[in-house]
């Protein structure tokens, strides 16, 4: 994975540095979020690394299954990781740019998972906690896991809060 984001960061740089200096940093998010749900199709992988399939199908064939979520410098970064090889970089690409964007803007996303779901106040008392220990506005993606027993566990870029109860177990099962 950290070859591909490797191999991804240029890509992800140039794209965040163009869409700052034309204020399409929006419309860019959603190219590239399209981009890469579509290039997570196991059919259309395969697709992409046969051989027998020239640059200029598979530009047409991308083109056409993205003719509406993609602009004009969208299309033009599409003919360039065809002819570089490097259009299954595009959701590392896609994430890559969205770390840049959120980073830009001064906020971050946030995984939160609970052994439970949380109320509508307890998310906001939750993000206004994250807030002051990110110094950043966040953005707070919720989901329920029942393996964790009882408490949380937040995942913020590198950055992993572990607050359950199973995490705290398996620490004291490490001590002991």
């Known amino acids: 994975m950290s070859e591909l984001a490797t191999l991804a960061r240029p890509y992800a740089e140039a794209v965040f540095k163009r869409a700052k200096e034309t204020g399409s940093s929006q419309e860019w998010s959603e190219s590239l979020a399209f981009l890469s749900t579509v290039m997570q199709d196991e059919e259309l992988a395969e697709i992409t690394n046969n051989p027998k399939v020239s640059e200029q199908q598979l530009v047409t064939l991308i083109l056409d299954i993205c003719k509406d979520q993609v602009k004009n410098e969208g299309i033009n970064f599409i003919k360039l990781l065809v002819e570089n090889s490097r259009l299954n970089l595009a959701p590392q690409i896609a994430e890559l740019f969205e770390s840049y964007k959120a980073e830009d803007e001064g ?34 993606k919720a989901s329920v896991d029942n393996s964790l027993i009882g408490g949380f566990l937040v995942k913020a870029g590198d950055s992993v809060i572990d607050g359950s109860i199973s995490g705290q177990l398996q620490q004291l099962a490490k001590r002991i």
């Open 107 to 140: 906020y971050v996303d946030v995984d939160v998972i609970t052994a439970y779901a949380l109320t509508k106040a307890e998310e906001k008392s939750f993000a206004v906690s994250l807030k002051k220990k990110l110094n950043k506005a966040v953005n707070i």
